[in-house]
């Protein structure tokens, strides 16, 4: 099975369109995850950032972001990565990209040894993080 860790923009983008927006090979992994041949790792800090962009309006999911949350997590091909000491010692590493959060999230995926679903240009600069798009 693959195993792969979303950035921010990539969920939105997926879980509330416009899914045109994402990369060939972002779209057909989340295709995959629908399909149950993939699982996506979404980092605890992705899902404060989605909270907080629903709660400005800035996208909108029916229902709000706990009813959103529960639907996403209840097909099982996505699971959420908390933050945890580890991941924020291999952010160490990852001083290149100059963000915090975009940097935690990096980590998250180099943590679990898996390719980040982003386009972010400060994370695919990165020679540390498998990114695909």
Same mark, same amino acid.
């Not at 927006?21 to 404060?48: C, Q, S």
């Not at 945890?84 to 180099?110: C, F, H, K, M, N």
């Given at each position: 099975?693959?195993?792969?860790?979303?950035? @921010? !923009?990539?969920?939105?983008?997926?879980? %509330?369109?416009?899914?045109?927006?994402?990369? $060939?090979? &972002?779209?057909?992994?989340? *295709?995959?995850? *629908?399909?149950?041949?993939?699982?996506?790792?979404?980092?605890?800090?992705?899902?404060?950032?989605?909270?907080?962009?629903?709660? $400005?309006?800035?996208?909108?999911?029916?229902?709000?972001?706990?009813?959103?949350?529960?639907?996403?997590?209840?097909?099982? !091909?996505?699971?959420?990565?908390?933050?945890?000491? #580890?991941?924020?010692? *291999? &952010? *160490?590493?990852?001083? =290149?990209? /100059?963000? $915090?959060?975009?940097?935690?999230?990096? #980590?998250? &995926?180099?943590?679990?040894?898996?390719?980040?679903?982003?386009?972010? /240009? #400060?994370? @695919?600069? =990165?020679?540390?993080?498998? %990114?695909?798009?």
């Amino acid at each position: 099975m693959t195993v792969v860790v979303t950035d @921010t !923009h990539a969920l939105i983008w997926y879980a %509330t369109g416009p899914q045109r927006k994402l990369g $060939r090979r &972002a779209r057909a992994a989340f *295709e995959r995850a *629908e399909r149950g041949d993939t699982i996506v790792h979404i980092p605890a800090l992705v899902l404060v950032e989605l909270a907080e962009a629903m709660r $400005r309006g800035v996208i909108h999911a029916d229902g709000g972001f706990t009813r959103w949350l529960e639907q996403l997590l209840a097909s099982r !091909h996505f699971a959420v990565a908390d933050l945890t000491a #580890a991941i924020v010692r *291999e &952010a *160490e590493g990852l001083y =290149s990209i /100059p963000e $915090r959060g975009d940097r935690l999230i990096a #980590a998250t &995926a180099v943590h679990l040894g898996c390719p980040l679903l982003t386009n972010d /240009p #400060a994370i @695919t600069r =990165s020679p540390t993080v498998e %990114t695909l798009w």
